[in-house]
């Protein structure tokens, strides 16, 4: 088939996107680093982003890496393992596996000290051992498959983690009442690529709007979306669909207040919904990294509710970097004159190309410009 780079990208899935790390790599002078990461990389994709991210924090080494190193070289630790579920004042709450109530712990001081630079050892979905021979305390700590986490707002220096092994961020939106936001959408799907947790969009309110275009081109991105009513119960448009979708995983839930998310939340897992009384609206005086708290769900999923996530890193990406975590953009990439083309201003820019030919959607562009002019300036 004709067209060959561009065929080979076009609809491939979050999970499956073959030739970011190439195209990393050939856009970027600083291959040599990427040769630390040969060994535990787990695809091309998995290189590229570390690759975003370690240049992004600490010097050269992401705070995920250097957690995880660090506790590669800690002791085993003996106990019970378990889950970190929540905070309760000085205490960690530990859900054992063994099905047990909660446990407060307290946390043994190695575990306290390990990583510089951040304000919190232990966030909610941390997988723990527990010693129970006394009072219970936190002996061991596992790497972590992902993580979010932010600058301090109190001190910049700081690095607040709130949330850890999630497996789904659930992105949500409204067709209607508030209108449907892409660049808001974009902002989150550019945080869980960041972040290497996979996204998933539900849009809401289908009663109070209309949102064909961006069911669309969210699709065509090859993302997973849902067409949602999440004020009608279990019986609702498209909930047990999502329900479907969703068992099993570790999921955040993300989205602007009053797209529904404590009604979705109250559709899918009612259980879980009488128990949490709120879920996540962005921002705004609550506590992100202690008020953070996930739930269990029935069939072994897990609900976490943590606010911040808006805010979360993207900061100390350069524009390259978000470029390649918008799959659409990273698509034309290979075809701007400039390798290290940031598509604003390159003369032969295949990416304000395709734009102009309908190619690429004017609010993915119009979003990536406002991350890059906004954000990364804001560093
Ligand atoms: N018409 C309609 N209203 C909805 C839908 N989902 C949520 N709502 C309403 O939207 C309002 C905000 O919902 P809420 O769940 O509190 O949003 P949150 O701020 O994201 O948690 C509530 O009045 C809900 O009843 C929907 O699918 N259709
Ligand atoms: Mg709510
Ligand atoms: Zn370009």
Redesign the pocket.
């Known amino acids: 088939m004709a067209g060959g780079h561009r065929d080979k990208h076009k609809g491939a899935g979050w999970s499956d996107r073959p030739g970011l790390g190439r195209l990393r790599r050939a856009n970027t002078k600083e291959s040599g680093r990427q040769g630390r990461w040969e060994d535990r990389a787990e695809d091309e994709t998995a290189v590229d982003l570390h690759g975003a991210i370690e240049r992004a924090s600490h010097a050269g080494e992401s705070l995920l890496a250097k957690f995880n190193r660090l506790l590669r070289d800690a002791d085993a630790g003996d106990g019970e393992p378990g889950e970190v579920s929540g905070f309760d004042g000085t205490r960690v709450l530990v859900r054992p596996d063994d099905g047990g109530p909660e446990l407060p712990c307290s946390v043994r001081r190695v575990l306290k000290k390990l990583v510089a630079g951040v304000k919190n050892p232990l966030c909610v979905g941390d997988r723990v051992r527990v010693d129970r021979s006394h009072d219970p305390v936190i002996t061991a700590l596992a790497p972590r498959r992902n993580q979010l986490e932010r600058a301090d707002s109190h001190n910049r220096a700081l690095v607040q983690v709130f949330a850890a092994n999630l497996d789904r961020l659930v992105v949500?939106a409204?067709?209607?009442?508030p209108p449907i936001k892409p660049a808001l959408i974009d902002r989150y799907l550019v945080i869980a690529a960041f972040n290497r947790i996979e996204p998933l969009v539900v849009v809401?309110?289908?009663?109070?709007g209309e949102a064909a275009a961006e069911l669309a081109l969210y699709r065509g991105l090859g993302l997973e979306v849902h067409l949602?009513?999440?004020?009608?119960g279990a019986e609702?448009?498209g909930v047990a669909a999502l329900r479907a979708a969703l068992a099993g995983l570790t999921c955040v839930v993300a989205?602007?207040?009053?797209?529904?998310?404590?009604?979705?939340?109250?559709a899918l897992f009612p259980e879980a919904a009488a128990r949490t009384g709120r879920?996540?609206?962005e921002g705004h005086g609550r506590h992100t990294t202690n008020s953070a708290r996930s739930w269990l769900l029935p069939g072994g999923g897990r609900l976490v509710d943590t606010p911040g996530i808006r805010e979360c890193t993207i900061t100390g990406l350069e524009p390259l970097d978000v470029a390649l975590l918008y799959s659409d953009l990273a698509r034309f990439h290979p075809d701007c004159h400039f390798r290290d083309c940031t598509h604003r201003h390159e003369p032969d820019c295949a990416v304000r190309a395709a734009v102009g030919r309908g190619d690429i959607a004017a609010s993915r562009y119009a979003s990536y410009l406002a991350i890059v002019e906004e954000d990364l300036a804001a560093t």
Not at 204 to 208: E, H, L
């Open positions: 949500v409204s067709a209607g009442d809401t309110k289908p009663d109070r949602v009513r999440a004020d009608c609702g448009e989205g602007q207040s009053g797209v529904g998310k404590s009604s979705l939340i109250n879920v996540a609206d």
